[in-house]
């Protein structure tokens, strides 16, 4: 099912498989990537209960092993829709037998879109509704088109950073902890190649910043807003046209991890019947 948004100055559309936004259109602009296939036929997916892949494939959640699709089950399945404005769309999912056969909670999972005036903002809730402790990912993937030449294009934090990120072995799917590479050091502009992406993911894990702009020199660009989020993954396709930056609380695995999914780094845990959200936003700069 798809569902469009509107008010006087945006549209956004959004399917009910894995809630996924696949189009913001601000003024005449489309700031979404159109999932050419050819690069990669995603858009926006959200990753939940997990980000990236499990060292050796496997996890412990309470002394058990499983095991979990990369990025979570969210964003392969049908969320129901549940309450809808005209400007704003709230889906949600619960557990099943399917999902508890790798992750063994009772949880109320929603994801809420809401149109501003010039952007959209996020809402995703995680209720637990088991009756211990639920450690769990939780992430957003939107995808930003960036048309002509990418080396245009540059990354502005709200804040001075010194970040080195961790080398991702595309072998293992892991980070490596003790092999990392500077992006920033006492500034806040990243200037973009292809190339900084043919490694996978750059992953800041130890960001002050809370905001960041994804800018062309020419015309504008994009500001996300992360303010209850804790690191930042920032990828793309190899040599694709378009930039992703994610809002994330927990990471694939370090290759330091200890195999236990209630101590991966970055990790959410809820107590029994606690609640939580996780906003972020999108909005049109230029």
Not at 32 to 57: C, H, N, Q, V, Y
Not at 97 to 109: I, V
Not at 124 to 135: G, I, Q, W
Not at 269 to 283: D, V
Request: charged share 25%; proline share 4%; hydrophobic share 40%.
């Amino acid at each position: 099912m798809e569902i469009l948004l509107k008010n006087d100055n945006c549209s956004a559309k959004v399917i009910s498989k894995g809630a996924e936004l696949k189009s913001l259109i601000v003024g005449r602009r489309e700031l979404m990537w159109r999932a050419d296939p050819a690069f990669w036929g995603k858009t926006s997916p959200l990753l939940f209960p997990m980000i990236g892949t499990l060292k050796d494939g496997k996890t412990l959640i309470n002394g058990a092993e499983y095991k979990i699709t990369k990025h979570g089950f969210a964003r392969d399945l049908e969320l129901i829709p549940e309450t809808m404005t005209g400007t704003s769309a709230l889906f949600s999912l619960m557990q099943s037998d399917y999902t508890k056969a790798m992750f063994p909670f009772d949880f109320r999972f929603t994801v809420q879109y809401t149109l501003k005036t010039d952007g959209i903002t996020v809402t995703y809730r995680v209720k637990n509704n088991s009756d211990k402790e639920m450690p769990f990912c939780i992430g957003a993937h939107p995808a930003f088109a960036c048309d002509g030449e990418f080396s245009d294009y540059r990354l502005e934090f709200s804040k001075l950073e010194t970040a080195a990120v961790p080398n991702y072995n595309l072998d293992t799917g892991l980070h490596e902890e003790h092999n990392r590479r500077e992006i920033l050091k006492d500034d806040n502009v990243v200037h973009l190649n292809h190339e900084m992406f043919y490694t996978d993911v750059c992953y800041f894990d130890k960001l002050r910043s809370r905001s960041v702009m994804l800018l062309n020199k020419n015309n504008g660009g994009v500001r996300v807003d992360f303010p209850d989020f804790t690191s930042l993954g920032v990828w793309q396709a190899k040599d694709a046209p378009f930039l992703c930056i994610e809002p994330w609380c927990g990471s694939a695995d370090f290759d330091d991890c200890t195999g236990v999914f209630a101590e991966k780094r970055g990790i959410e845990i809820l107590g029994a019947n606690e609640e939580k959200a996780f906003t972020y936003s999108i909005t049109a700069i230029g």
